[in-house]
């Protein structure tokens, strides 16, 4: 069983376009995150829920929007989708917010923008 | 402001050579934590270890140890005797009291047979 998994893996589009990736938890966690990793593999947060409640958004377009339907989904909507959008996305998940408990990742989706 | 640095961007050494990540952390808070997470070829972030401001013992865990010193704001990760399998880019993450991670800019680790 997955503890954290993400659709597709790979995503490959044209400039302009939207497109939807899925994250899904089975951990009974409370707070899940996206992040984007460029080609660098420099890492950094975009958004993070907590209980289906948006607590941090980073400066992102607001092309970006998540979605949380309940607490174990987080999907990452993108609309109108540019080069530089080009990334790996990666949803996480931490047991509550107020916690030092570690993240743990999902396999990540590699989105290239043609 | 709070910030993680890991100056060495690549690091080369031959199987089993020991070999040290270095991790220099920023932050004024008083409590906090600090992680180190493996990225493989694969891609998978996958989390090795978690210490607490106020906890300076080093851990071990099989080949893997880890230095945490408050002194010098640093938490170096150490590999003894590498192997092939440890090739891979090693992140150090800071987390502070809003909760966020900060994280390294990572360093990637070659082991060469």
Known sequence: ?????????YLVTQMGNDKSIKCEQNLGHDTMYWYKQDSKKFLKIMFSYNNKELIINETVPNRFSPKSPDKAHLNLHINSLELGDSAVYFCASSSRLASYNEQFFGPGTRLTVL | AQKVTQAQTEISVVEKEDVTLDCVYETRDTTYYLFWYKQPPSGELVFLIRRNSFDEQNEISGR??????????????TITAS?????????????????????????KLIIKP
């Open chain 1, 1 to 9: 069983d997955t503890a954290v998994s993400q659709t597709p893996k």
């Open chain 2, 64 to 77: 893997y140890s880890w230095n945490f010193q408050k002194s010098t704001s640093s938490f170096n990760f």
């Open chain 2, 83 to 107: 192997q092939v399998v440890d090739s891979a880019v090693y992140f150090c993450a800071l987390r502070d009291s809003n909760y966020q991670l900060i994280w390294g800019a990572g360093t």
